[in-house]
Protein backbone atom coordinates (compact mmCIF):
# COMPACT_ATOMS: atom_id res chain seq x y z
CA UNK A 1 0.00 0.00 0.00
CA UNK A 2 1.34 3.49 -0.93
CA UNK A 3 1.28 5.53 2.08
CA UNK A 4 -1.52 8.13 1.49
CA UNK A 5 -3.30 6.09 -1.30
CA UNK A 6 -5.71 3.71 0.88
CA UNK A 7 -7.67 2.31 -1.75
CA UNK A 8 -8.65 3.00 -5.07
CA UNK A 9 -12.42 2.34 -6.54
CA UNK A 10 -10.27 2.36 -9.89
CA UNK A 11 -6.98 -0.62 -9.32
CA UNK A 12 -5.52 0.62 -12.30
CA UNK A 13 -1.80 0.97 -11.30
CA UNK A 14 -0.99 2.55 -14.38
CA UNK A 15 -2.62 5.95 -13.24
CA UNK A 16 0.11 8.10 -12.05
CA UNK A 17 1.14 9.41 -8.94
CA UNK A 18 2.00 12.12 -7.20
CA UNK A 19 2.83 13.80 -4.11
CA UNK A 20 0.58 16.71 -3.69
CA UNK A 21 -0.08 19.90 -0.72
CA UNK A 22 -2.97 22.10 0.01
CA UNK A 23 -2.75 25.01 1.53
CA UNK A 24 -6.89 26.24 2.85
CA UNK A 25 -7.42 29.49 4.36
CA UNK A 26 -10.41 29.79 5.54
CA UNK A 27 -12.93 31.81 8.80
CA UNK A 28 -12.62 29.37 11.88
CA UNK A 29 -16.18 27.47 12.36
CA UNK A 30 -16.03 24.18 14.54
CA UNK A 31 -16.89 22.11 11.89
CA UNK A 32 -14.35 23.27 9.59
CA UNK A 33 -11.42 20.48 9.94
CA UNK A 34 -14.22 18.00 9.48
CA UNK A 35 -15.42 19.15 5.96
CA UNK A 36 -11.79 19.99 4.47
CA UNK A 37 -11.40 16.33 5.22
CA UNK A 38 -14.19 15.32 3.18
CA UNK A 39 -12.48 15.25 -0.20
CA UNK A 40 -10.21 13.67 0.35
CA UNK A 41 -12.33 10.73 2.13
CA UNK A 42 -14.66 10.45 -0.63
CA UNK A 43 -12.21 9.24 -3.35
CA UNK A 44 -10.58 6.94 -0.59
CA UNK A 45 -7.59 9.36 0.19
CA UNK A 46 -5.75 9.67 3.70
CA UNK A 47 -3.79 12.74 4.01
CA UNK A 48 -0.36 12.14 5.26
CA UNK A 49 0.07 14.99 7.20
CA UNK A 50 -2.53 17.98 8.56
CA UNK A 51 -1.67 20.73 10.07
CA UNK A 52 -4.02 23.67 11.49
CA UNK A 53 -3.23 27.05 12.87
CA UNK A 54 -5.55 29.12 13.86
CA UNK A 55 -5.06 33.50 13.83
CA UNK A 56 -8.36 35.07 15.51
CA UNK A 57 -10.75 34.72 12.97
CA UNK A 58 -8.60 33.20 10.51
CA UNK A 59 -7.99 29.44 10.23
CA UNK A 60 -4.75 27.73 7.98
CA UNK A 61 -4.68 24.45 7.18
CA UNK A 62 -2.05 22.64 5.26
CA UNK A 63 -2.71 19.22 4.27
CA UNK A 64 -0.37 16.60 2.47
CA UNK A 65 -0.47 13.64 0.69
CA UNK A 66 3.00 11.61 -0.29
CA UNK A 67 1.01 9.83 -3.19
CA UNK A 68 -2.17 10.78 -4.95
CA UNK A 69 -3.64 10.36 -8.72
CA UNK A 70 -2.09 13.09 -10.61
CA UNK A 71 -6.09 13.23 -12.12
CA UNK A 72 -7.86 13.77 -8.47
CA UNK A 73 -5.52 16.83 -7.91
CA UNK A 74 -7.78 19.75 -9.38
CA UNK A 75 -10.55 17.76 -8.23
CA UNK A 76 -9.64 18.02 -4.81
CA UNK A 77 -8.86 21.35 -5.08
CA UNK A 78 -11.76 22.34 -6.24
CA UNK A 79 -13.50 20.91 -3.86
CA UNK A 80 -12.14 22.44 -1.48
CA UNK A 81 -12.88 25.74 -2.84
CA UNK A 82 -16.66 24.85 -2.37
CA UNK A 83 -16.25 24.44 1.69
CA UNK A 84 -18.76 27.36 2.99
CA UNK A 85 -15.95 29.87 4.57
CA UNK A 86 -13.20 28.99 2.54
CA UNK A 87 -11.16 32.06 1.23
CA UNK A 88 -8.44 30.62 -0.56
CA UNK A 89 -7.01 27.16 -1.68
CA UNK A 90 -3.28 26.71 -3.20
CA UNK A 91 -2.48 23.03 -4.56
CA UNK A 92 0.68 21.95 -5.28
CA UNK A 93 2.19 18.93 -7.15
CA UNK A 94 5.59 17.26 -6.28
CA UNK A 95 7.44 14.32 -7.62
CA UNK A 96 6.03 11.65 -9.04
CA UNK A 97 5.73 8.36 -7.62
CA UNK A 98 5.76 4.89 -8.33
CA UNK A 99 2.78 2.87 -8.57
CA UNK A 100 3.77 -0.12 -6.04
Known sequence: MIRG???MTNDSTDEPLTAAGFFVTSECSPGLLSRLLEPFAKR???PDRVRAQRRG???TVEM???AMPVAMVHLVAGNLGQVVGVHR???ME???VAAA
Open 5 to 7: LHS
Open 44 to 46: DLI
Open 57 to 59: TVM
Open 64 to 66: ALN
Open 89 to 91: VEA
Open 94 to 96: GRR
